[in-house]
Nanobody, 122 residues
Framework: VQLQASGGGLVQAGGSLTLSCTTS????????MGWFRQAPGKEREFVAG????????SYTDSVKGRFTISRDNAKNTVYLQMNSLKPEDTAVYYC????????????????WGQGTLVTVSS
């Protein structure tokens, strides 16, 4: 499974961005998808996850109510809609895929995209 993340950029605090992650290879709908982020000098952290059907989602507390994860299995794509962005959201954002259930542990994901940089200015 190959993952390609896109949509990052520079945005002012309070603004919005939508990240996309397109996959190729094996059947996309078989995989749980997650978004992670890593800020400079910090460990990679879970942001959001979505089940294979899209029926279940999970978010880290700091983004609840601001970020929305969704997927379109027909397009082999998972999205992360980010609203009300804050400077502390600045990081490289990665999409990841795994079989089974959503988990917040990075090492339990089997496939990773290359990352896309999100910079939020104050």
């Amino acid at each position: 499974v190959q993952l390609q993340a896109s949509g990052g950029g520079l945005v002012q605090a309070g603004g919005s961005l939508t990240l996309s992650c397109t996959t190729s290879g094996r059947i996309f709908s078989m995989y749980v998808m997650g978004w992670f982020r890593q800020a400079p000098g910090k460990e990679r952290e879970f942001v959001a996850g979505i089940s294979w059907s899209g029926g279940r989602t999970s978010y880290t507390d700091s983004v609840k109510g601001r970020f929305t994860i969704s997927r379109d299995n027909a397009k082999n794509t998972v999205y992360l809609q980010m609203n009300s962005l804050k400077p502390e959201d600045t990081a490289v954002y990665y999409c990841a895929a795994r079989a089974s259930v959503v988990t917040s542990t990075p090492r339990q994901y089997d496939f990773w995209g290359q990352g896309t940089l999100v910079t939020v200015s104050s």
